[in-house]
């Protein structure tokens, strides 16, 4: 049972590298091509957010598998 809690763990952690891969992504692209729109800035601030609370979902995972 241990085990199987343990690949659950992995595996949503896998899943939330990902995820912030895909939004590192969207915000590389968007910072390339507006970099000139300083109003549309903000939509970059939400999603730098997002990805800090991810990363932040991610510290607490493997602190509860440590």
């Known amino acids: 049972?241990?085990?199987?809690?343990?690949?659950?763990?992995?595996s949503l952690?896998?899943?939330q590298i990902t995820m912030n891969i895909d939004l590192l992504?969207?915000?590389k692209d968007y910072?390339?091509?507006n970099f000139d729109k300083a109003r549309e800035i903000a939509a970059?601030?939400?999603?730098?957010?997002i990805i800090l609370a991810?990363?932040?979902?991610?510290?607490r995972s493997f602190?509860?598998?440590c």
Do not use: F, P, R, W
């Open 44 to 49: 970059l601030s939400t999603i730098i957010n």
């Open 54 to 59: 991810e990363q932040h979902n991610l510290a």
């Open 63 to 65: 602190d509860g598998i």
């Open 31 to 33: 910072c390339e091509y």
């Open 13 to 15: 952690i896998e899943e």
């Open 1 to 10: 049972m241990e085990t199987e809690v343990l690949i659950e763990k992995i």
């Open 25 to 27: 992504e969207i915000a």
